[in-house]
């Protein structure tokens, strides 16, 4: 068949959107591009966000009265849905003792205890509001640490939005499909050394020339930033070998990862340990919340302890160290990990067959419950081979399964996050919507 499939006609939208509509062109008017952060304003699928009026468990309502399967979580925070109960008890329970004290509290010194004992690497952590400050942080104690500049990052990989990590970045970098950003001088990313992800012998190479000034080797060890994208076999051991060797830092940003794949993450899950983590998201139960940890001798150049300064007004804020602790005492009680991984294969094999009944050629890559449908018929390993997808059908995609209520990220370059309050049946639900949506991506 004709691979291509980004001019085939689609079935007119049936959603009912009026009052997304007024209230994107009421937002554009008072808020940059109408957006508080970029990939939500559905600039790569086209026709304009939806504006959320509510969640509950498994489902998005949005302003116009339309039910969605959500397939985002938030980009990742909600593995239990949307407000789940254990989670808004805490928060209400920390509201009525206030909501911010700037002071220390004797929460955050248990929450602290929770991380280090569930995270591998982890032997002191600092509380901060978000990833961006969590991976910022995280290079500049490196950098502090081994008294070296340079960096190496790879093609792909998101870790926020701070001036030196924004050199190839993935998520909406990639998404708008912009070089880097403006205003960010060349000198502040002159220090940022980016390599193919998956490419073992780039970075062998690059330590061989530049070893002695490399503090760090910071990377997301499952992507989700540019789609789903996992390590080769030996990419994470090698890495870990390599700077062991030349005295630099490894750095995993589990900011989407730390409490998904496992309850300590992707370290605990691929048994690869970095000397320091970035974590975010579920680690907030969906409040302003992130991490940096990692070894207690690397941290303790953190001030006051040391010279390597970073601080924040609401880092140990109490309504989101309660919420983050709710989240976690759930995961303990309740792991919903191998449900989740049974339901994302299957997911994923039904994706599968789905398109090949329709003849689409997709890649779904997948780990956890973290999936990407690309459309492509080549293996995606990396940056390049995941720009190999046709966004544009990726685009029609999501608006066909939107259509069938089911909340897909909207952009390519994204990964679904699913949870625990989707059901079997849901599961089921999604794909059918899917092979539908196949199936009409190949009608002429
Ligand atoms: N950067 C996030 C996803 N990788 C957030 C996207 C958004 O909220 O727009």
Same mark, same amino acid.
């Given at each position: 068949?004709?691979?291509?499939?980004?001019?085939?006609?689609?079935?007119?939208?049936?959603?009912?959107?009026d009052?997304?509509?007024?209230?994107?062109?009421? @937002?554009?008017?008072?808020?940059?591009?109408?957006?508080?952060?970029?990939?939500?304003?559905?600039?790569?699928?086209?026709?304009?966000?939806?504006?959320?009026?509510?969640?509950?468990?498994?489902?998005?309502?949005?302003?116009?009265?339309?039910?969605?399967?959500?397939? &985002?979580?938030?980009?990742?925070?909600?593995?239990?849905?949307?407000?789940d109960?254990?989670?808004?008890?805490?928060?209400?329970?920390?509201?009525?003792?206030?909501?911010?004290?700037?002071?220390?509290?004797e @929460?955050?010194?248990?929450?602290?205890?929770e991380?280090?004992a569930?995270?591998?690497?982890?032997?002191?952590v600092?509380?901060v509001?978000?990833?961006?400050?969590?991976?910022?942080?995280?290079?500049?104690?490196?950098?502090?640490?081994?008294?070296r500049?340079?960096?190496?990052?790879?093609e792909?990989?998101?870790?926020?939005?701070?001036?030196?990590?924004?050199a190839?970045?993935?998520?909406?970098?990639?998404?708008?499909?912009?070089?880097?950003?403006?205003g &960010?001088?060349?000198?502040?990313?002159?220090?940022?050394?980016t390599?193919?992800?998956?490419?073992?012998?780039?970075?062998?190479?690059?330590?061989?020339?530049?070893g002695?000034?490399?503090?760090?080797?910071?990377?997301?060890?499952?992507?989700?930033?540019?789609?789903?994208?996992?390590?080769?076999?030996?990419?994470?051991e090698?890495?870990?070998?390599i700077?062991?060797?030349?005295?630099?830092?490894?750095?995993?940003?589990?900011?989407?990862t730390g409490?998904?794949?496992?309850?300590?993450?992707?370290?605990?899950?691929?048994?690869?340990?970095?000397d320091l983590?970035?974590?975010?998201?579920?680690?907030?139960?969906?409040?302003?919340?992130a991490?940096?940890?990692?070894r207690?001798?690397?941290?303790?150049? &953190?001030?006051?302890?040391?010279?390597?300064?970073?601080a924040?007004?609401?880092?140990?804020?109490?309504?989101? &160290?309660?919420?983050?602790?709710?989240?976690?005492?759930?995961?303990?009680?309740?792991?919903?990990?191998?449900?989740?991984?049974?339901?994302t294969?299957?997911?994923?094999?039904r994706?599968?067959e789905?398109?090949?009944?329709?003849?689409?050629p997709?890649?779904?890559?997948?780990?956890?419950?973290?999936?990407?449908?690309?459309?492509?018929?080549q293996p995606?390993?990396?940056? #390049?081979?995941?720009?190999?997808?046709?966004?544009?059908?990726?685009?029609?995609?999501?608006w066909?399964?939107?259509?069938?209520?089911?909340?897909? #990220?909207?952009?390519?370059?994204e990964?679904?996050f699913?949870?625990? @309050?989707?059901?079997?049946?849901?599961?089921?639900?999604?794909?059918?919507?899917?092979?539908?949506?196949?199936?009409?991506?190949?009608?002429?």
């Open positions: 068949m004709s691979t291509d499939l980004s001019t085939t006609p689609m079935r007119p939208p049936t959603l009912r959107r009052r997304s509509r007024l209230l994107f062109s009421e @937002a554009q008017a008072v808020i940059p591009g109408g957006v508080n952060s970029p990939v939500r304003a559905f600039k790569s699928v086209g026709g304009g966000p939806l504006f959320i009026e509510r969640g509950q468990n498994q489902y998005l309502f949005d302003v116009d009265g339309n039910r969605y399967l959500d397939m &985002v979580g938030s980009w990742g925070p909600l593995i239990f849905g949307h407000a109960p254990a989670v808004i008890a805490a928060i209400t329970d920390a509201a009525s003792r206030g909501t911010s004290f700037g002071a220390s509290t @929460a955050e010194v248990r929450f602290a205890e991380i280090i569930a995270v591998p690497s982890v032997e002191k600092r509380l509001s978000s990833g961006t400050e969590a991976a910022m942080s995280f290079i500049r104690v490196a950098r502090g640490f081994t008294g500049t340079k960096l190496i990052k790879f792909g990989n998101y870790h926020g939005h701070s001036d030196a990590l924004l190839k970045a993935g998520s909406g970098i990639a998404t708008l499909g912009l070089p880097d950003s403006a &960010v001088p060349a000198q502040v990313t002159a220090a940022t050394l390599l193919p992800y998956n490419d073992l012998a780039a970075v062998e190479a690059t330590f061989v020339k530049e002695d000034d490399i503090a760090a080797v910071a990377l997301e060890p499952v992507v989700g930033n540019m789609g789903c994208v996992l390590p080769a076999p030996g990419f994470l090698g890495l870990r070998e700077t062991t060797r030349y005295g630099a830092l490894l750095l995993f940003d589990e900011v989407m409490f998904r794949l496992a309850y300590g993450g992707a370290q605990e899950r691929l048994g690869v340990t970095p983590t970035a974590m975010g998201k579920i680690i907030g139960g969906g409040l302003p919340l991490a940096y940890g990692g207690a001798d690397i941290m303790d150049v &953190v001030a006051p302890v040391g010279p390597v300064y970073q924040g007004t609401l880092s140990g804020n109490p309504l989101a &160290v309660a919420a983050g602790r709710a989240m976690l005492r759930r995961l303990r009680e309740a792991p919903p990990y191998v449900y989740l991984d049974e339901q294969t299957l997911l994923a094999r994706l599968r789905g398109a090949a009944a329709a003849g689409v997709v890649t779904v890559n997948h780990i956890g419950s973290m999936l990407t449908v690309f459309f492509t018929d995606v390993f990396d940056y #390049p081979s995941a720009k190999t997808s046709d966004a544009t059908v990726y685009a029609r995609f999501f066909a399964m939107l259509e069938r209520g089911v909340y897909l #990220p909207p952009s390519q370059f990964a679904a699913l949870s625990a @309050a989707l059901t079997p049946d849901d599961f089921e639900a999604v794909a059918a919507a899917a092979r539908e949506s196949f199936a009409l991506l190949a009608e002429r």
